[in-house]
C-alpha cells in the first residue's frame, strides 16, 4: 500500500533552485530531474539519460534542451531525444515527462498519471499574489513518513512542549479543539480568550507597532488540503477587541504555510513559511520572521525522526487516537481515498 | 539463538549521565529511557510514548514524572501514564518498566523478565564501597558482539601485540595461563616472575613511591562473572617479596573493571575503569591512570572491529581454539548456559 | 553471474602502499592483506587470521613473516603459520595465499585459481620499462561496477562533455569512431585533422618545445585488454607532418594508462596514469601533468557513482547501444567470455 496519492499536485521546488542549472529531486519515489527550457519555463523529466542511465540533473541547458553531460544528448521538454551528435535519435525511446508548472511562487510537480493533471486543481493561495500580503520561509530534508508532519501540523498541542521558548504556552493545552472535515477540507481550530502572548507573537505585535505585555486573544485555524498542505492561521488580538475578527489595526495575523512533500515512504521535503498581512513591505521583518520560524521548525525535526525510527522498529504497535488526533486523523482518512481511489479497480465476485 | 542473556544485571549508565536529563539508550535490542524521578531514585522504560510513539528520552522531568516531549503525556515509573493536559488517561496501554537500580556506582538494568530480577544477583564489588579503594573509568561504544570482548579480555595474552608501548612485554606470551572454570565464575590467571616492568607499570610504581628500575613480580587474574562482568587483578610486586601476596607496601595492586553490555548482537557498551588500593586520594593519579587505560583500551576497539567485520563476511568459518582461548571458551559456555536457560521448555516426543 | 572474471591479473596496488606496512584491500570481493616478507619481494593472504579472525592487516612484518596484531601468530607467504607463542601450530589450517607479482611498477594479483596464474600473462608495458618514457599517475576509488569505466574510456566522446575544460572540443564529437576486435584486443580509433588543441593538449605542446596556438591533428586509440586494462595512445602532431606518424620533433604523444581493477560488484579501484615519451627527464613536467589528470578523472567520478546509482534504481531497464559504444560492447564481450570460461562446465542433455 502506497503511503502518498501520486495523481496530485505536490510542490518540488522554489523557482531558485532552478534559475540556472538543473535540479536532480526524488518526489515520491520518483528521480526527476527539473529544468528551464526558456526563462520562466520550466520543466520535467525522468533523471535517467535514455543512452546509458546517466543522471541529467548533472548536465546543462543549452537552447532550450537538456543536454547529457555525459555523451551530449539532448533531452526535449517531453522526454524525447531530439538531437546527438552523430547519431540518428528518432528510433531513441522516450522518457517519462512529468507535468510541472510555476504557480505561487513555487515549482509544482504531478508524479501521477499525466492525462489527469490540470493546474486548475493547485488550490487558491490568496497571499501568494496579492500585495497585500508578504511571505518568507525555507526548506528542510527531514527523514520521516510526511504524514506524522501532518499529524504535527493539524494539531499544535505541540507547541507548549516542542516550541517552550517560542509559541508554545500552557493555555494551549487547556483549551480544547475542535476539528471538522468538508469533504477533502479539514479544519481543526483553537481560540484562547485572554492569554498573555508568548515571545514570537510579542515580536509580531511589535513589529505591526502594537504593544506586547497586554493580554490577547489567540488563534489557532489549521487547514489541511490534499495531498498534503497545510495552511495555518494564527493570529493574536489585543483582547476583548473581536479575536479572530478583530479590526486589522488590533490585530497581527498570519498563515503559515507547510508544503510536505514525499520523497520516499520515509522520507519528505518540507517546504515552510510566514504570509503575513500586516507591515508587509518591512523585508528586514520579513527576514526576521522567518529566522524565528526556522529555529522554531527544526525543534520538530528532531522530534519526528526519532518518532519514524521508533515506528520502525515497532511497526505493529498500535498508537492512541485522543480528540487532540482528530485533525491528523481526519487528514490520514482524506489521504487514505485519495490512494484508494489511484488502485485499480478489482473484479468482483 | 540471541547472543546474550536477558534475565541478567547489567551496567547501562553511569549516574552522571542521567543526573537531569534523561537519557535513551538501546540495550540488548531494546530501547530504553532513564530518567530520575528523584534525586537518587532512576527510572527506566520503554523509550516510546504510548500516544503517538515519540521518543520519550526527548523531553523532560517534572515533578517525578516523564513529560514526553510532543504533547506533555506524562509517564510514571511503572510505565503508567499519569497525566496528559484535556485527556483522561485511564485506559493508556501501559508501556514496559525494566528494574533497574543504582549501586556501586553504576545504574543497573534487568532487560528480560522483571519478576525474576533481584538485586541480590548483583554481585559484591568491594572496591566500589571500601574507602580503601579509588576508580576512575570511562565508556566506549563499540560496533562488535560483545563476547568478542569477552574472549579479549579473558586472555591477555594480546597486550603483547596489541599495547606494545604500555602494558605489553615478550614475557606474557611466553607464561603458560591457567584457566578454571568454579561454576558460573571463570578465572584465568598468569604469573611472570622476575620481569622488568613495562611503562604503565613503571608509572604506577612510582605513584605508590617505589622504585621502578627493578625486576618486579607480575600477575593477571581475570574474573569472568555472568553475564559479562570481568574484573581483573592486575599487579606487580618488587621481585622476591611474595609476588601477588606480597605486603602492601612492596607492590602496586588494581582491579581492571570491564562491564561489557550489549547494546545489539553486534554492538555494545565497554564500561571501563581501574580500581586502585594505594595512594586512593590521590586524584591527579586516579586521572593520569584513567587517561592511559583509555588509550590503551582505544587500542582494543579497532582490532575487535576489524574482527566482527571479517567475523560477519566469513560466518561459516570455524576457529580456533587454544589453551590461550580457555578463559573466553569457558566463559561463552556460562552465557551459552544462561541463554538457553531463558528459552521456552520443548516439550518432549 | 558474476560481474569479472577472477583468473586474471589485476592491479592490486602500487608498490609505495605497502612499503612498510601491510596493506589491506579487498579485490574482486576478496578480503586481501598485501605485505612484504623482503625488500623487493611481496605477498597476498586472505586478511584473516585462522585463530580467531582477526584482520592480519592491522599486524606487522617481522622477519619475514607477517605477525597477527591480536595474539602474535606468524604467518608465512604461503598461508601457513609458522609460528605462534606457545603454540604448536602444525596443526593450523592453511589460510588462502593469493598469486602476487611486482611488475611494471605495479603490484599484480591474481583472486581466482592460482595453479592457472602465470606471470607471462602479464602483457608487455614497453613504456614502463624504457628509459624513453616517463610515468606519473594515482589511484582513485569509485562507487561503481568497473565495466561502466570501460565504456567510458573506449568512447572518448564523454570528453566534450565531461572534460569540456581541459581535454574536450567539439570535433570530437564530430568525428565517427572505428572499432574492432582482433581476438581480445579491442580497438577504437578516432583521428581528427587540422583542429585547434585544447587546453591540456596546449600545455603539452609547450612541454615539448612546440608552438601551442597552431591547428594540429589530433588521435585517440583505445587499446582494451582483458580483464580490463586500457591502454590509450593519444597525441597531437603539427598539422600536416604526418599525424599519428608524424616525427617525434613534430607531436606530443602519451599514453592514457587505465588499470581498472573491481573491488566488488559495485565499486572499483582505479589506477589511473600517463605515459608520454617526450622531454621524460622533466619531474616538474609529470607531476604537472599528473595534477592535471587527476582533476581531468575526477570529473568523471561524479559522472560514474549516478549512473550506477540510477542503474541500480532500474536494472531492468535497456540502454542504448550506439555507434560510439561499439568499444564498450566489444569490451564487454570479451570480459563475457572470460568470465563463461570460468564457469563449471555443465552437463549435457
Redesign the interface.
Known amino acids: 500500500m502506497s503511503t502518498f496519492p501520486k495523481n496530485a499536485w505536490y510542490v518540488a521546488a522554489t523557482p531558485d533552485e532552478i534559475d540556472e542549472k538543473p535540479l536532480g529531486r526524488t518526489i515520491c519515489n520518483e ?1 526527476i530531474v527539473f529544468w528551464r527550457p526558456e526563462a520562466g519555463k520550466v520543466a520535467a523529466l525522468e ?2 539519460c ?6 541529467l ?3 546543462y541547458v543549452c537552447e532550450g534542451n537538456l ?6 544528448l539532448q533531452m526535449g521538454c517531453e522526454g524525447k531525444t531530439v538531437a ?4 540518428r535519435v528518432q528510433g ?2 522516450k522518457i517519462r515527462a512529468y507535468p510541472v508548472v510555476e504557480k505561487y511562487g513555487f515549482i509544482w510537480v504531478w508524479p501521477g498519471e499525466p492525462a489527469l493533471a490540470d493546474t486548475a486543481k493547485i488550490h487558491h493561495l490568496e497571499w501568494a499574489e496579492s500585495p497585500d500580503w508578504a511571505y518568507g520561509g525555507g526548506l528542510y530534508h527531514i527523514h520521516c513518513d510526511y504524514r506524522l508532519m501532518v ?1 504535527n501540523l493539524m ?1 499544535l ?2 507547541e ?3 516550541h517552550t521558548t517560542s509559541i508554545g504556552q500552557k493555555e494551549i ?2 483549551t ?1 479543539v475542535s476539528t471538522k472535515a468538508d469533504g477533502d477540507h479539514v479544519v481543526t481550530s483553537r481560540f484562547m480568550d485572554n492569554v498573555m502572548p508568548p515571545p514570537f507573537w510579542r515580536a509580531n505585535l511589535r513589529g505591526n507597532g502594537l504593544p506586547d505585555d497586554q493580554p490577547v486573544d489567540r488563534w489557532q485555524v489549521c487547514h489541511f488540503h490534499p495531498p498534503s498542505h497545510i495552511m495555518i492561521e494564527v493570529g493574536v488580538a489585543l483582547a476583548g477587541r473581536g479575536g479572530y475578527n478583530a479590526e486589522p489595526k488590533d490585530k497581527v495575523y498570519s498563515i503559515v504555510v507547510d508544503f510536505l512533500t514525499p520523497e520516499t515512504d520515509t522520507s519528505m521535503w518540507y517546504f515552510w513559511g510566514m504570509a503575513r498581512n500586516f507591515n508587509v513591505k518591512d523585508k528586514a521583518l520579513t527576514a526576521q520572521i522567518k529566522e524565528g520560524q526556522a529555529k522554531v521548525f527544526a525543534e520538530d525535526t ?2 519526528l525522526e ?2 519514524q ?3 520502525l ?2 511497526p505493529q ?4 487516537l ?4 482528530a485533525g491528523g486523523v481526519q487528514s490520514r482518512k482524506v489521504i487514505d481515498r485519495w490512494i484508494a481511489a489511484e488502485q485499480p479497480a478489482k473484479l468482483m465476485a
Open positions: 528521480k533523471d535517467f535514455p543512452h546509458r542511465g546517466a543522471a540533473s548533472l548536465g543536454v547529457c553531460g555525459y555523451h551530449g546527438m551528435p552523430g547519431q531513441f525511446p499529524d494539531d498541542t505541540h507548549t512542549y516542542v493545552d487547556e480544547p528532531a522530534v526519532a518518532q525510527r521508533n515506528l522498529q515497532w504497535r498500535k498508537l492512541l485522543l480528540n487532540i488526533d
